[in-house]
Structures are given as C-alpha cells and as structure tokens.
C-alpha cells in the first residue's frame, strides 16, 4: 500500500513515522524549498509523549526536551500567586508519559532523522485532490500529479486539500493575537509577587492571567531558553501567520501596566513574531474517497490548550493503526480513523474555544481539566 502525505509540518512527519512503522510505502510532499520550523517552542502533553514512544522515537526527543519543574500561575499585577502544581514526574506517574517542553526546530528534526532521505520530497506545493476509479491523485503546481492509494493532506491551517474537498472555510478573527519571542532564562527572576513571597525556578512554567490576556513562559531545549506565548486582545486585524515578524517595543506596549518582573522577560525577547487567533468551527467529514485530512487541515484550532500538535501528532498514528487493522479495506480503515479521531478533536477544539473565551475574562476561571486530554493513550485500539 502506498500513502503520499501532503505537508512536512509536525503532523505530517509524525504520521509518515506511524505509517512506515507499519510497513506502508510513503512518501512526503512538501510545498517549501527547505525543511524546518520556526523557533518557537511546542508543548508536548502526555498524551503526545506516548505515541511519540511508541514510535520509538521518545529517547531522541529527551535528548533535546525539557521537563518542566512546577506549573505557577500568577496574577498581572502584583505577581501574587493563584496556583501551583508540580509537574516534574508527577505527570509521568498520573499520566504515564510525562509533560515536555522542546522547540519545534527539534522536535521536527526527530521526526525527520526517523525517515529515509529521499521519503521526503520538497518544493512540491499541492493544488489538491482527488479520486478516481478508486485511486488518490494528489496535483502540484508544476503541473504533475501523483497516485496512491491514499492521500493525505497534513497540510496545515490553510489547507489546500480541505478547500478542494469541502470548499473554503470562514474564520472568524478573535479580536485578540499572539506572539511567540524566545528569552534566555536569567531574565526570569528568582522572586516575584508582594514582599517576593513566590519563588520561580528556572525550571517552572509560569502562566500570567490579567484583563485581556495571558502570557505563558516555559523553558525548551536544554533550558538555557525561555519560550514566550503572550496573548492579548488586539484592536487592530493581524494576520494568520507563524511568520509576520513584531518588535519587542509592541510586545511590551501591550502589556502596559502588568508586573515589572515580566515587563523585564518581555524586554528581553528576541525573535519576536505575532499571529492572528482565528476560530473555526469544527468540520463534520474529513474524508472523501481516498483523501482525508490531519492535523490543522483536519481541526483547525486556537492556540489555548496547546493541544494543535499533540492532535495532530495523534492523528497519524490512529490513521496508520487503523490501515493495519483493514488490510485491503481502505474505506474501512478510514471510516475507523474518522470515528476515532473525530469526537476528541471536536471536544478539544471546542474546549480550546472555551477556554479562550475564559482568559479574556477578568477574574480568570480556575485552570480547566486536561486530565482527559492527558491521559488519553492514542495508541490503544478503542475499548
Ligand atoms: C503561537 C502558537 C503556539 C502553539 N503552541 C502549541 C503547543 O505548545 N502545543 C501544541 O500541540 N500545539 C501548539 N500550537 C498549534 C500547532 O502549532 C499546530 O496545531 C501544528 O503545527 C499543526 O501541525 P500540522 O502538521 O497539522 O500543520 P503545520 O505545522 O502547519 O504543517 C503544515 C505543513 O504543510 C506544508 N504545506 C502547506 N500547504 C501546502 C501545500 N499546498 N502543498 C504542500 N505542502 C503544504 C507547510 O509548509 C507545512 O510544512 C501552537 C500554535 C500557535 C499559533
């Protein structure tokens, strides 16, 4: 059997790995000239972690992953704390995987190391697909086109696949953005809050909640750098872009007001970008003949639970489980991935939503429930 994936990005490798792991033929098309991923950090939750060791892969990634100490969240102005939760170990038992924290550069390039040089193709950009007399055709802009017996489109938020098959989507901009910026960790202070009454360690993930937004700050790599995500209600349209560069002189203007100690950690950012946060409503059909979606193409989601790529990462290895189950049945296999992915992505989107809503409001609601997200095993045949 011979799948071509569509898009290079997290969730693509992660399912080109599942699917080779079962003994498909795959081959990746990916519509940059260059492969690689900004270098902002991603937040690997436990239940990313598992399918990510059972594809063998979870020695590399915590050669260049980081466990985070303890889980603070502090209020904007005084820095006075509202939570702690220690995280370091405590995930891994309660979970069975623990939380980590690693760039998305890294954890890119072990998905990559896992796969045959030449099962990835670049420069490829995909103008869609389709199925005819049983056969998946996937097209490219210089006018070439490629069958399998599957196609799959993990071609991110803005999805080519997804439009061709189920036409354009509306979303609807938040009013509110991002940015991601990367800070060495001496910035991070020691003590915060009134009289220094909250310790940080340099291991912790510190959330900060205030009118309008939040930023939340955690160590990646070897913990020698500070990831920043602040999210904040926007006045003005910013565009749905990983890339569109910002100013750490923005980043801090929109914090105006907030504690002192994280007016200095965003004082010091580097690499600064912002982002858009747009909402979509979760789609009802992923599949048509022999094409279907993963990833963002499949569930588009805001930024808030950071589950985007946990999902996706989930998705390839249920998609490649279940064509190991139907062997010869394709459809079969496919209405069996829809099944099984569908309702978790919808109750995580929908909950992401929800949670967005919650952070914009003052007082915050306490931290939301992710035991079932976490404990969640995406490996396991359904009960
Ligand atoms: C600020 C921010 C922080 C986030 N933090 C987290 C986090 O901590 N944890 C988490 O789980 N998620 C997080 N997310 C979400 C996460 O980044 C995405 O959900 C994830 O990258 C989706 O992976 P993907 O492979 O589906 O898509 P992408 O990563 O977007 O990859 C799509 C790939 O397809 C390629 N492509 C696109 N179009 C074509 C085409 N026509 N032809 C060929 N190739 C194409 C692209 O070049 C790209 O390589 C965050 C998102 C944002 C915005």
């Known amino acids: 059997m011979r799948v071509v994936v569509v898009g290079a990005g997290l969730g693509g490798l992660a399912a080109a790995c599942a699917l080779r792991q079962r003994g498909f033929e795959v081959e990746v098309h990916e519509r940059a000239a260059h492969l690689g991923e900004v270098g902002a950090g991603v937040q690997l939750g436990p239940n990313a972690v ?10 590399s990634l915590r050669r260049h992953a980081f ?14 704390l509202r939570n702690a939760a220690a995280t370091r170990g405590a995930d891994a038992l309660t979970y ?25 193709r670049l420069s490829r950009a995909c103008l869609g697909a389709e199925t005819r007399g049983g056969v998946a055709a996937a097209h490219f802009s210089d006018g070439s086109q490629v069958e399998a017996d599957l196609v799959v489109g993990a071609d991110g938020i803005r999805s080519a696949i997804r439009e061709k098959l189920f036409g354009a989507d509306k979303p609807r901009f938040t009013h509110s953005m991002c940015w991601r910026a990367i800070v060495p960790i001496e910035f991070v202070p ?3 809050g009134p009289g220094g009454a909250v310790a940080i360690d340099k291991t912790d993930h ?5 009118p309008n937004g939040q930023v939340i700050c955690y160590p990646i790599g070897d913990g020698s750098m500070l990831n920043v995500f602040a999210g904040h209600a926007s006045e003005g349209w910013v565009e749905e872009s990983w890339t569109l560069p910002s100013s750490r002189s923005e980043l801090i203007d929109a914090y105006k007001g907030w504690n002192e100690a994280l007016l200095t950690i965003l004082g010091r950012a580097d690499d600064c970008f912002k982002w858009g946060i747009f909402d979509r ?4 059909q992923w599949t048509r003949g022999r094409v279907t979606l993963l990833g963002d193409a499949a569930h588009p989601t805001m930024p808030n639970l950071a589950q985007g790529a946990n999902m996706a990462i989930e998705d390839g290895y249920v998609l490649a489980r279940n064509l190991a189950r139907e062997p010869g049945d394709v459809d079969a296999a496919l209405a069996g991935y ?25 007082p915050p609601a306490p931290p939301v429930d992710r035991s079932w997200i976490f404990s969640f095993d995406a490996t396991q045949e359904p009960g």
């Open 190 to 192: 020691a003590r915060v």
């Open 50 to 59: 598992k399918v990510l060791r059972a594809l063998d892969l979870e020695a």
């Open 206 to 210: 510190v959330s900060w909640y205030g």
């Open 67 to 80: 466990e985070p100490g303890n889980r603070l969240t502090l209020n904007w102005n005084d820095a006075s």
């Open 96 to 120: 069975g995987a623990p939380y980590l924290t690693a760039r998305r550069a890294d954890l890119h390039k072990v998905l990559r190391a896992a796969l045959p040089r030449n099962a990835i």
């Open 281 to 284: 409503d979760p789609i009802g």
């Open 338 to 362: 829809a099944r099984e992915r569908q309702p978790r992505t919808r109750a995580i989107t929908l909950k992401s939503r929800e949670n967005f809503e919650l952070s914009m409001r003052w």
